[in-house]
C-alpha cells in the first residue's frame, strides 16, 4: 500500500495521494487487475471505533487532586473504556446514553471505591466493566494526604455513525 507517490507492494505498484490508496494497477498470483477506488484523503477506520465523550466540565471532585489530574489519568485510560463499551455493543448494537461514575482515591493513588452515580444506558454489565477498570487504575499520589472524593464523572457513550 503506498501512502504518497509511487511505491512498490503486494507484487505491483500503487499510486496514493494524502493517505492510503485503493487506485492501482496490481499483478496477481493467478492474473492481473485494475482496482479503482474512491480518490482523495482518507483514513480507515480502527476495529471498535465508537464515539465515547469525556465531559471534565461536568466532574465534580470534592478534596484531594486537582480535576486536571484526575481527567490525565482517565484520559490515559480512555482505551480501557472503549473495550468495555465494545464488548457492550457486541450485546446491543444500538445502546448509548451516559454513566456517570463517582470513586474515592486513597493517599496513595489507589482506588478504593467506585459506583455508578447515574446511568441512562441500564446495562449493568458495561456499567460493571466501567466500575473494575476505574478501580485498577493508579493516581498521582496528592500533596496533603487525604482522599480525594470524585463525587460524579460522566462518560458518554455512543455508537459511530
Request: contains cysteine.
Amino acid at each position: 500500500m503506498g501512502l504518497k507517490g509511487v511505491d512498490a507492494g503486494g507484487g505491483g505498484k500503487t499510486v496514493g495521494i494524502d493517505g492510503p490508496s485503493t487506485k492501482g494497477l496490481g499483478r496477481g498470483y493467478y492474473g492481473d487487475g485494475i482496482g479503482e477506488g474512491i480518490s482523495g484523503p482518507g483514513r480507515f477506520g480502527m476495529k471498535g471505533e465508537h464515539a465515547i465523550s469525556i465531559v471534565s466540565e461536568n466532574v465534580q471532585v470534592l478534596s484531594g487532586l486537582s480535576k486536571d489530574l484526575i481527567n490525565a489519568v482517565v484520559q490515559r485510560h480512555r482505551a480501557e473504556i472503549r473495550a468495555c463499551y465494545d464488548s457492550a455493543l457486541q450485546r446491543n448494537p444500538k445502546l448509548s446514553g451516559k454513566v456517570v461514575m463517582s470513586f474515592s482515591i486513597q493517599p496513595n493513588g489507589i482506588v478504593s471505591t467506585v459506583g455508578v452515580k447515574e446511568s441512562t444506558i441500564g446495562d449493568n454489565g458495561l456499567e460493571g466493566c466501567i466500575a473494575s477498570r476505574i478501580k485498577s487504575w493508579v493516581f498521582p499520589k496528592p500533596e496533603a494526604p487525604v482522599v480525594t472524593e470524585v463525587a460524579a464523572y460522566p462518560f458518554y457513550l455512543n455508537p459511530a455513525n
